[in-house]
Structure formats: structure tokens, C-alpha cells
Nanobody
Framework: QVQLVESGGGLVQAGGSLRLSCAVS????????MGWFRRAPGKEREFLAA????????RYADSVKGRFTISRDNAKNTVYLQMNSLDPEDTATYYC????????????????WGQGTQVTVSS
């Protein structure tokens, strides 16, 4: 069983930055591709970014490309999402996810989900 725990959410002004973290509990966590999603009130869940287990492959949604960066530190069993130039449209609950491949993450074929962390961007 793999547990994912997000942190780093909060309130930020438009134009600001936040870095989300996702701690992966299991020793085997480094074997998984990891990703980030978000869900805003009244909207569908949205894929944001994914990275392979060795960071050689990264994928981004067009809506965040150039503003968000996914990275991972396997020595710390942690995945990050650096978010820059935040806009009120980025207000949502952000979720970490794990699966076998980045393709599966993009297809929302997720093995494990985190509980989510709230990000609120004020105008």
C-alpha cells in the first residue's frame, strides 16, 4: 500500500508562487510515475503534470505549461509541483497521484491518490 500526503497549499496573491509537496510513504514509491491533478469548485478534475520514476519523462497540461514544474527527489520519496505566476483561475484542491507510467497518469488510470491540498489565489 502506498500513501500520498500533500502539503504546501495555502492562500497566495495573484502573480505569486507556491510549491506543493507530496510525500510518498512506501519504499517502493520511487518505482511509480507521479502526477498532479486539481479540481476547482464546479469543474471536472484536471490533469496538470506527470513525471516518470526516473524523471526522464515529464508531461504537462497546456494550461500550466511554462508556469508549473513537476520534479521529484527519490532520495526523499517526495514529488514537488512548483507553481509560478498564479492566477485566481488556479484556485482548486490539488491532488498528488501515483501510477505505473506517465501515460497512465495522463489517462487518469491512477493506482493511488493523495487527500488533496487547497490552493487559493486572491486577485
Amino acid at each position: 500500500q502506498v500513501q500520498l500526503v500533500e502539503s504546501g497549499g495555502g492562500l497566495v496573491q495573484a502573480g505569486g508562487s507556491l510549491r506543493l509537496s507530496c510525500a510518498v510513504s512506501a519504499r517502493t514509491g520511487t518505482n511509480y510515475a507521479m502526477g498532479w491533478f486539481r479540481r476547482a469548485p464546479g469543474k471536472e478534475r484536471e490533469f496538470l503534470a506527470a513525471t516518470s520514476w526516473n524523471s526522464r519523462t515529464t508531461r504537462y497540461a497546456d494550461s500550466v505549461k511554462g508556469r508549473f514544474t513537476i520534479s521529484r527527489d527519490n532520495a526523499k520519496n517526495t514529488v514537488y509541483l512548483q507553481m509560478n505566476s498564479l492566477d485566481p483561475e488556479d484556485t482548486a484542491t490539488y491532488y498528488c497521484a501515483a501510477s505505473d507510467t506517465t501515460a497512465q497518469i495522463m489517462a487518469v488510470m491512477i493506482s493511488y491518490w493523495g487527500q488533496g491540498t487547497q490552493v487559493t489565489v486572491s486577485s
